[in-house]
Protein backbone atom coordinates (compact mmCIF):
# COMPACT_ATOMS: atom_id res chain seq x y z
CA UNK A 1 0.00 0.00 0.00
CA UNK A 2 2.67 2.41 0.46
CA UNK A 3 4.69 2.37 -2.65
CA UNK A 4 1.24 3.00 -4.36
CA UNK A 5 1.04 6.03 -2.32
CA UNK A 6 4.48 6.80 -2.39
CA UNK A 7 3.80 6.66 -6.57
CA UNK A 8 0.46 8.66 -6.23
CA UNK A 9 1.82 11.31 -5.01
CA UNK A 10 5.28 11.76 -7.20
CA UNK A 11 2.32 11.57 -10.14
CA UNK A 12 -0.36 13.09 -8.75
CA UNK A 13 -1.09 14.96 -11.92
CA UNK A 14 -1.39 12.40 -14.50
CA UNK A 15 -4.87 12.30 -12.63
CA UNK A 16 -5.95 15.54 -14.54
CA UNK A 17 -5.33 13.99 -18.37
CA UNK A 18 -7.07 10.39 -17.01
CA UNK A 19 -9.91 12.54 -16.10
CA UNK A 20 -9.95 14.25 -19.27
CA UNK A 21 -9.77 10.80 -21.56
CA UNK A 22 -12.30 9.16 -18.91
CA UNK A 23 -14.55 12.13 -19.41
CA UNK A 24 -14.17 11.87 -23.13
CA UNK A 25 -15.26 8.53 -23.26
CA UNK A 26 -18.31 8.90 -21.14
CA UNK A 27 -19.32 11.42 -23.49
CA UNK A 28 -19.03 9.13 -26.43
CA UNK A 29 -21.14 6.25 -24.36
CA UNK A 30 -23.59 8.48 -23.39
CA UNK A 31 -24.53 9.74 -27.07
CA UNK A 32 -24.22 6.45 -28.00
CA UNK A 33 -26.59 5.09 -25.75
CA UNK A 34 -28.97 8.04 -26.54
CA UNK A 35 -28.96 7.46 -30.31
CA UNK A 36 -29.62 3.77 -29.59
CA UNK A 37 -32.59 4.83 -27.48
CA UNK A 38 -34.29 7.15 -29.84
CA UNK A 39 -33.79 4.36 -32.34
CA UNK A 40 -35.58 1.46 -30.55
CA UNK A 41 -38.49 3.87 -30.16
CA UNK A 42 -38.23 5.07 -33.66
CA UNK A 43 -38.61 0.87 -34.15
CA UNK A 44 -41.56 0.39 -31.84
CA UNK A 45 -43.51 3.25 -33.35
CA UNK A 46 -42.49 1.39 -37.03
CA UNK A 47 -43.76 -1.95 -35.44
CA UNK A 48 -47.06 -0.47 -34.46
CA UNK A 49 -47.49 1.15 -37.70
CA UNK A 50 -46.82 -1.98 -39.27
CA UNK A 51 -49.41 -4.15 -37.06
CA UNK A 52 -52.06 -1.39 -37.90
CA UNK A 53 -51.92 -1.67 -41.37
CA UNK A 54 -51.93 -5.38 -40.92
CA UNK A 55 -55.24 -5.22 -39.33
CA UNK A 56 -56.03 -2.64 -41.10
CA UNK A 57 -55.70 -4.83 -44.43
CA UNK A 58 -57.75 -7.82 -43.04
CA UNK A 59 -60.51 -5.62 -42.12
CA UNK A 60 -60.05 -5.82 -38.20
CA UNK A 61 -60.61 -2.93 -36.02
CA UNK A 62 -57.49 -0.84 -34.98
CA UNK A 63 -56.74 -1.50 -30.89
CA UNK A 64 -55.17 1.54 -29.15
CA UNK A 65 -52.15 1.96 -26.94
CA UNK A 66 -49.01 -0.29 -27.26
CA UNK A 67 -49.15 -2.86 -29.73
CA UNK A 68 -47.70 -6.43 -29.14
CA UNK A 69 -46.00 -7.92 -32.57
CA UNK A 70 -47.44 -11.10 -33.46
CA UNK A 71 -44.54 -13.12 -35.13
CA UNK A 72 -47.07 -15.59 -36.86
CA UNK A 73 -48.69 -13.09 -38.67
CA UNK A 74 -49.03 -12.89 -42.79
CA UNK A 75 -47.40 -10.55 -45.01
CA UNK A 76 -46.20 -7.19 -44.41
CA UNK A 77 -47.68 -4.40 -45.82
CA UNK A 78 -45.19 -2.93 -48.72
CA UNK A 79 -44.99 0.65 -47.96
CA UNK A 80 -43.50 -0.21 -44.61
CA UNK A 81 -40.61 -2.44 -46.93
CA UNK A 82 -40.40 0.35 -49.53
CA UNK A 83 -39.22 2.90 -46.40
CA UNK A 84 -36.84 0.20 -44.59
CA UNK A 85 -35.08 -0.45 -48.33
CA UNK A 86 -34.71 3.50 -48.85
CA UNK A 87 -33.14 3.58 -45.29
CA UNK A 88 -31.02 0.53 -46.00
CA UNK A 89 -29.85 1.90 -49.30
CA UNK A 90 -29.22 5.77 -48.13
CA UNK A 91 -27.23 3.96 -45.16
CA UNK A 92 -25.22 1.78 -47.70
CA UNK A 93 -24.58 4.94 -49.68
CA UNK A 94 -22.95 6.99 -46.98
CA UNK A 95 -20.29 4.24 -46.18
CA UNK A 96 -19.27 3.68 -50.10
CA UNK A 97 -18.89 7.50 -49.93
CA UNK A 98 -15.98 6.65 -47.51
CA UNK A 99 -14.93 3.78 -49.77
CA UNK A 100 -14.66 5.11 -53.15
CA UNK A 101 -13.86 8.67 -52.18
CA UNK A 102 -9.84 8.54 -51.97
CA UNK A 103 -9.81 11.84 -50.53
CA UNK A 104 -12.23 10.78 -47.66
CA UNK A 105 -10.20 7.52 -47.23
CA UNK A 106 -6.53 9.66 -46.41
CA UNK A 107 -8.59 12.12 -44.08
CA UNK A 108 -10.60 9.50 -42.44
CA UNK A 109 -8.77 6.45 -42.57
CA UNK A 110 -10.25 4.78 -39.80
CA UNK A 111 -14.10 4.38 -41.28
CA UNK A 112 -11.98 1.58 -43.77
CA UNK A 113 -9.96 -0.31 -41.08
CA UNK A 114 -12.14 -3.22 -40.15
CA UNK A 115 -9.45 -3.50 -37.26
CA UNK A 116 -11.14 -0.67 -35.43
CA UNK A 117 -13.66 -2.00 -33.14
CA UNK A 118 -16.42 0.08 -33.83
CA UNK A 119 -16.08 -0.21 -37.76
CA UNK A 120 -15.56 -4.08 -37.35
CA UNK A 121 -19.34 -3.82 -35.50
CA UNK A 122 -20.79 -1.48 -38.09
CA UNK A 123 -20.16 -4.23 -40.61
CA UNK A 124 -21.18 -6.75 -38.85
CA UNK A 125 -24.74 -4.61 -38.82
CA UNK A 126 -24.64 -4.28 -42.09
CA UNK A 127 -23.82 -8.13 -42.95
CA UNK A 128 -26.96 -8.94 -40.71
CA UNK A 129 -29.16 -6.04 -42.36
CA UNK A 130 -27.87 -7.76 -45.90
CA UNK A 131 -28.71 -10.74 -44.77
CA UNK A 132 -32.28 -10.21 -43.83
CA UNK A 133 -33.23 -8.01 -46.51
CA UNK A 134 -36.18 -9.16 -48.78
CA UNK A 135 -35.87 -9.73 -51.85
CA UNK A 136 -38.40 -6.58 -53.13
CA UNK A 137 -41.66 -5.01 -51.46
CA UNK A 138 -43.74 -7.50 -52.96
CA UNK A 139 -42.23 -10.66 -51.48
CA UNK A 140 -44.04 -12.82 -49.82
CA UNK A 141 -42.69 -12.41 -46.42
CA UNK A 142 -44.15 -12.96 -42.67
CA UNK A 143 -43.89 -10.17 -40.34
CA UNK A 144 -41.98 -11.89 -38.42
CA UNK A 145 -39.13 -11.42 -41.24
CA UNK A 146 -40.43 -7.73 -41.27
CA UNK A 147 -39.83 -7.17 -37.59
CA UNK A 148 -36.27 -8.58 -37.73
CA UNK A 149 -35.37 -6.58 -40.72
CA UNK A 150 -36.91 -3.69 -39.40
CA UNK A 151 -34.42 -4.27 -36.12
CA UNK A 152 -31.46 -4.82 -38.42
CA UNK A 153 -31.55 -1.73 -40.30
CA UNK A 154 -32.16 -0.03 -37.13
CA UNK A 155 -28.93 -1.63 -35.98
CA UNK A 156 -27.29 -1.14 -39.11
CA UNK A 157 -28.15 2.87 -38.74
CA UNK A 158 -27.02 3.43 -35.17
CA UNK A 159 -23.65 1.48 -36.01
CA UNK A 160 -22.40 3.72 -38.63
CA UNK A 161 -22.92 6.58 -36.58
CA UNK A 162 -21.13 5.78 -34.47
CA UNK A 163 -18.35 4.58 -36.57
CA UNK A 164 -18.52 7.80 -38.29
CA UNK A 165 -18.74 10.00 -35.50
CA UNK A 166 -15.66 8.30 -34.08
CA UNK A 167 -13.76 7.67 -37.29
CA UNK A 168 -14.03 11.42 -37.62
CA UNK A 169 -12.95 11.64 -34.39
CA UNK A 170 -9.94 9.79 -34.74
CA UNK A 171 -8.37 10.94 -38.28
CA UNK A 172 -5.21 10.21 -38.66
CA UNK A 173 -4.40 10.50 -35.07
CA UNK A 174 -3.62 6.57 -35.23
CA UNK A 175 -0.66 7.07 -37.35
CA UNK A 176 3.25 7.98 -36.29
CA UNK A 177 4.38 11.24 -37.37
CA UNK A 178 5.92 10.48 -40.65
CA UNK A 179 2.99 8.56 -41.43
CA UNK A 180 0.81 11.90 -41.29
CA UNK A 181 3.04 13.96 -43.67
CA UNK A 182 3.35 10.64 -46.10
CA UNK A 183 -0.93 11.05 -46.11
CA UNK A 184 -0.75 14.86 -46.41
CA UNK A 185 1.80 14.48 -49.26
CA UNK A 186 -1.04 11.92 -50.54
CA UNK A 187 -3.58 14.30 -49.94
CA UNK A 188 -1.88 17.22 -52.06
CA UNK A 189 -0.62 15.02 -54.74
CA UNK A 190 -4.76 13.90 -54.99
CA UNK A 191 -5.58 17.26 -56.03
CA UNK A 192 -3.22 17.54 -58.50
CA UNK A 193 -4.18 14.02 -60.44
CA UNK A 194 -7.80 14.99 -60.39
CA UNK A 195 -7.40 18.95 -61.45
CA UNK A 196 -8.35 19.15 -65.14
CA UNK A 197 -6.56 22.18 -65.35
CA UNK A 198 -3.50 20.14 -65.13
CA UNK A 199 -1.87 18.14 -67.79
CA UNK A 200 -2.53 14.64 -68.47
CA UNK A 201 1.14 13.73 -67.85
CA UNK A 202 1.29 15.98 -64.72
CA UNK A 203 -2.13 14.19 -63.46
CA UNK A 204 -0.20 10.84 -64.50
CA UNK A 205 2.66 11.06 -62.15
CA UNK A 206 0.53 13.03 -59.14
CA UNK A 207 -1.48 9.59 -59.43
CA UNK A 208 1.44 7.36 -59.06
CA UNK A 209 2.71 9.28 -56.26
CA UNK A 210 -0.26 9.25 -54.56
CA UNK A 211 -0.18 5.08 -54.85
CA UNK A 212 3.32 5.17 -53.54
CA UNK A 213 3.01 7.64 -50.29
CA UNK A 214 -0.55 4.90 -49.86
CA UNK A 215 0.99 2.03 -49.95
CA UNK A 216 1.45 -0.05 -46.89
CA UNK A 217 -0.39 2.67 -45.13
CA UNK A 218 -4.45 2.57 -46.38
CA UNK A 219 -5.73 -0.57 -48.78
CA UNK A 220 -7.68 1.40 -51.69
CA UNK A 221 -10.26 -0.95 -52.87
CA UNK A 222 -10.47 -1.91 -56.38
CA UNK A 223 -13.30 -0.01 -56.40
CA UNK A 224 -11.77 2.84 -55.20
CA UNK A 225 -8.76 2.76 -57.56
CA UNK A 226 -10.93 2.38 -60.89
CA UNK A 227 -12.94 5.10 -59.20
CA UNK A 228 -9.87 7.44 -59.01
CA UNK A 229 -8.11 6.22 -62.45
CA UNK A 230 -11.51 7.30 -64.07
CA UNK A 231 -10.73 10.69 -62.80
CA UNK A 232 -7.23 10.65 -63.56
CA UNK A 233 -8.03 9.74 -67.47
CA UNK A 234 -10.81 12.16 -68.27
CA UNK A 235 -9.73 14.15 -71.13
CA UNK A 236 -9.14 18.10 -70.77
CA UNK A 237 -11.39 20.05 -72.21
CA UNK A 238 -10.11 22.11 -75.05
CA UNK A 239 -9.85 25.52 -74.87
CA UNK A 240 -12.57 26.93 -76.67
CA UNK A 241 -11.16 28.63 -79.69
CA UNK A 242 -11.85 32.52 -80.66
CA UNK A 243 -12.52 33.27 -84.48
CA UNK A 244 -11.48 36.86 -85.35
CA UNK A 245 -12.51 38.20 -88.17
CA UNK A 246 -10.08 38.19 -91.19
CA UNK A 247 -8.16 41.46 -91.62
CA UNK A 248 -8.31 43.03 -95.14
Given at each position: MEPLLTWLGTYWWLIFPVMGVAGGAAKRWEWAARRRHERRLETL????????????????PKRQGPTIIDTTASVAPNDLLTRLFAEHDQITARWLDYELDVAKLIAFPAMSDGRQPLVA??????????????????????????????DAVGAYAVAFEIAEKDARRL????????????????????????????????RNVAYKRVRDELDGLILLSD??????????????????????????
Open positions: RLKAELKSAELEARGLAFLRAKKTADALRPASADANVTEKQVSEYLRDSTFTEPERKRLDRAQQLLKVAVDESATQAEEAVEVLEKQVAREISAPEQVHRPETL
